[in-house]
């Protein structure tokens, strides 16, 4: 059932059908769960447990919030943490019965939801702003396959990146960066 991969072990390549297939039973029980308070949902990121989901219209937005176990989160949940960002469209959700949310979980979130440059940056400013200990994120960072981009980022805070360096993410040009810790006041 189990091969070595690394230093670690992986699912053989013979169970992996069947892997398949466990994701796709927890995915539809979550987006089941979501879709029944919010028809509009759609699952970005699950395990078992807990699923990331985003909605289309502010009335699914407005049930989820008024619904125990749904958390905001993403770039919705940055203004708890003093840094309001304008939202192009409703804030994304955590399904997690009885956990809070960290803010490693709230920085991984966003990344998964997009990975472009801007939301890279913002993520970075998440960082700084709350000083998110790096070996804390890192292994938050597992659980969503984003390790290397986590590394990248901590890279570029500590001056670390140079240009010819091939990076798993758009980083922000260190004047871009400034300039976003000045705008919001991250010192």
Known sequence: MLSSSGPEYAVSEGLAPLLAFAQAIVTHEHRSRAREIAPSATVEWCDPKRALVRVQTAADTDALLDTPD??????????????????????????????????????????????????????????????????????????YDLEPTVTAMYQALQGRVKDSDELPVALPSESEFMALKEQYGVA
Do not use: K, N
């Open 70 to 143: 749904w958390q905001v989160t993403g770039l919705g949940r940055f203004e708890e943490y003093g840094l309001p960002f304008f939202l192009a469209g409703e804030p994304a959700f955590w399904y997690a019965p009885d956990e809070e949310l960290t803010p490693a979980e709230v920085v991984c979130h966003t990344l998964v939801l997009d990975s472009g440059s801007r939301r890279v940056s913002y993520a970075m400013l998440l960082i700084e702003a709350l000083d998110i200990d790096q070996e804390t994120l890192t292994d938050t960072a597992t659980w």
